[in-house]
């Protein structure tokens, strides 16, 4: 039995189908990156695997158990913004989780709980890099560290999947770099499953052990909403080419023209 | 350069702003002068002498029927039922409005009556605040509470939906119950803002306390104005409003520089 098992999804808004006949299977450990246009149902997937969306139609497993159907603490996730508390300092930010995981009614924790609570953030901070930014507000980092800071925030948790949504989408070429190698770091040494949508071809392909290109096989000019996408690449990577990426990119940018006519 | 290019340099903005207030001063002096030249007795529009010497009477010479000093007397029993009045809205506010902004059950329960109830006029049912409640502090306070609460419920509930949508599936991420999301997500964003909402109540907040107080009431701010009407006591009415100005812009202030003192992170743009 595969880690999380995906058969026959459907999803649907009223007629627009947004996925038709997804199906997966995903092992412990991979980390996943979905590409493809936007309106393709990637981040739709995300959110399913998050439990903020429940699927029309199919099975969505966790190891053989339906997907509960709200979030929960073993799913973490990280978005492009808002990820993280304004009106707690990083330290706070991080502390939350456990926190909350302790004190189900006061929420706060105190005295010796607290100190032994705040060595782990401690550590999770260092291994993000934000050791030096421990007592800042969130407005004072920059968008790179806000991402540090919610990743921290989220594999402080221990999830059993972490979930990224475009979350290195507004950050500047350089920064996105840093993050990347960060995210590999991160990914060997606590061994967490990981998905990741972006809109970034390249970043798919350079990430991560598996690329899945979600796209549309048919397209209807006159109804744009009538097909849905699946996942029509499945990649590993490593064993990915220059001409693959290509024809991926090349069929990508056409279902995007066709959303957009 | 076109007009809205030209900004003024920081002596000529305070010279703008206090300009107003002097040709205010300059005519109101000029038009007293002439009347009290024609009639020493003038009741209409008393000089500078006239106000200081009825501000010495009411704020700093015992009263000669009850012994109080009557401005300072006045003035504590306003303030009581004004905190009163607006800090039970403020906590009913907060109650109602975190309920309705973060469970829908609630909202959909709840949200259509508040703001069915801040529609009411609320001197409408200051009759019914009497008869109900009587003519004691009770029915004023009531009339503040009633006229403030609505809308500031309205307002935080808004301020709650404001909150990023990411941020409430994040929290649950990390495990968070419905209680954890109110007490530690919710609440804590909201309540600088709520000190917001109380500063904008606070105008309409002070218009229900002089109107309670005029019609029925024995000592405060209001009361004070609407009796010595009677007798034309201008000296006394003009000191009192400028005093009831003074006293708003101060306790606005206040509530200013608390929400600044205690959230830091929400005026440095971090939300």
Redesign the interface.
């Known amino acids: 039995m595969s880690f999380i098992s995906v058969n026959k999804l459907w999803k649907e808004y009223g007629d627009q189908v947004v996925l038709e006949n997804l199906n997966l299977e995903v092992e412990q450990g991979e980390f996943c990156t979905l590409v493809g246009a936007s309106g393709c149902g990637k981040s739709t997937f995300l959110k399913m695997l ?1 439990g ?1 969306e429940v699927q029309t139609r199919g099975e969505l497993l966790l190891e053989g158990d339906t997907f509960p159907a ?4 073993n ?3 990280v ?1 492009q ?7 707690l300092t990083v330290r706070q930010n991080v502390l ?2 456990l ?3 302790q004190k ?2 006061l ?1 706060k924790l105190f005295g010796s709980a607290r100190a032994e609570a705040l060595e782990k953030v401690d550590d999770m901070l260092e291994l993000v890099g934000l050791g030096p930014s421990a007592n800042k ?4 980092l920059s968008g790179g560290m806000q991402q540090r800071l ?1 990743i921290a ?2 594999l402080i ?1 221990r ?1 059993r999947v972490l979930l990224l949504d475009e979350p290195f989408g507004a950050l500047d070429p350089g920064i996105r770099k840093d993050m990347h190698e960060l995210l590999l770091r991160l990914w060997r040494e606590i061994g967490i499953t990981i998905f990741m949508v972006t809109h970034d071809l390249h970043e798919g392909f350079y990430l991560g052990t598996r690329l899945l290109v979600f796209d549309k096989l048919r397209n209807d000019p006159h109804a744009p909403n009538a097909y849905g996408a699946t996942i029509t690449y499945d990649l590993p990577i490593g064993q990915t080419d220059e001409h693959l990426l290509r024809d991926i990119d090349q069929s990508v940018t056409n279902t995007a023209r066709n959303q957009a006519a | 350069m076109r007009l809205i290019n030209r900004t003024p340099g920081r002596l000529t903005a305070t010279a703008l702003g206090v300009l107003p207030f002097i040709i205010l001063l300059l005519i109101y002096g000029a038009a007293s002068q002439q009347r009290l030249a024609d009639n020493p007795n003038d009741k209409l529009l008393p000089g500078l002498e006239q106000m200081t010497a009825a501000v010495d009477r009411m704020a700093f010479q015992e009263d000669r029927r009850s012994g109080d000093y009557l401005m300072w007397v006045d003035t504590l029993a306003s303030l009581e039922r004004l905190g009163m009045g607006v800090g039970v809205a403020a906590l009913m506010a907060l109650v109602v409005g975190l309920a309705n902004g973060v469970l829908p059950l609630v909202r959909a329960n709840l949200a259509p009556l508040v703001s069915a109830l801040s529609m009411v006029p609320p001197l409408a049912i200051l009759p019914i605040l009497f008869i109900v409640f009587g003519l004691g502090e009770l029915s004023k306070v009531m009339l503040i509470v009633i006229g403030t609460a609505p809308i500031m419920m309205r307002d935080v509930a808004q301020r709650v939906s404001e909150l ?1 949508g ?2 409430l ?9 419905s ?2 999301v109110v ?3 919710a609440l ?2 909201v309540l600088p803002r709520l000190i917001d909402a109380v500063r904008l109540s606070l105008g309409p907040a002070w218009l229900f306390l002089i109107a309670a107080e005029a019609i029925a009431s024995t000592e405060g701010l209001g009361y004070r104005i609407f009796l010595v009407r009677r007798y034309l006591a201008m000296d006394v009415i003009l000191p009192y409003v400028i005093w009831i100005t003074l006293l708003a812009i101060v306790i606005d202030q206040c509530l200013r520089l608390a929400n600044r003192r205690l ?4 005026n ?4």
């Open positions: 998050l903020q709200e979030p929960d603490r799913r973490g996730i978005f913004r808002y990820s993280v508390f304004p009106h939350m989780g926190e909350l995981e189900p009614i929420g507000w969130p407005h004072e919610a925030q989220s948790m999830p | 990023p990411e941020q599936i994040k929290i649950q991420t990390l495990g968070a119950n209680w954890q007490t530690r997500m804590p964003q959230f830091p992170w929400y440095a743009g971090g939300h």
